[in-house]
């Protein structure tokens, strides 16, 4: 199990873009899936963005809700995965977290809840 740390959150204003980073430790993450997931209070935990192991095609799943507005990415020379974030809404208030897991696909990994979660970082987006 790799370890992961989110960075990236803020206070955005509607229209705004961020760029979420999940960097890891105790591995190459380039073996393993990512997956970014969003709550709110009174809402399960939703994967919004994820993408495939290298190894397997580094294919990528988003959201409905999200898609043209996110785009991950891979940095592999920093054993990071990036998330960034345009035409940002208010619903996009969440708090985010990057979760990993080995050989997998993108929609299975989006599909994936870990047993155990990181801090995650809070992303708010307000005027």
């Known amino acids: 199990q790799l370890q992961l740390v989110e960075s990236g959150g803020g206070l955005v204003q509607p229209g705004g873009s961020l760029r979420l980073s999940c960097a890891a430790s105790?591995?190459?993450?380039?073996?393993?899936?990512v997956g970014w997931f969003r709550q709110t209070p009174g809402k399960e935990r939703e994967g919004v963005s994820c993408?495939?192991?290298?190894?397997?095609?580094?294919?990528?799943k988003y959201a409905d809700s999200v898609k043209g507005r996110f785009t991950l990415s891979r940095d592999s020379a920093k054993n990071t995965v990036h998330l960034q974030i345009k035409s940002m809404v208010l619903q996009d208030t969440a708090v985010y977290y990057c979760?990993?897991?080995?050989?997998?696909?993108?929609?299975?990994?989006?599909?994936?809840?870990?047993?155990?979660w990181g801090q995650g970082i809070q992303v708010t987006v307000s005027s």
């Open positions: 105790g591995g190459t993450l380039d073996d393993y899936a």
């Open positions: 993408i495939a192991s290298r190894t397997i095609n580094d294919g990528t």
């Open positions: 979760a990993d897991r080995l050989y997998t696909a993108a929609e299975s990994m989006c599909a994936f809840r870990p047993e155990f």
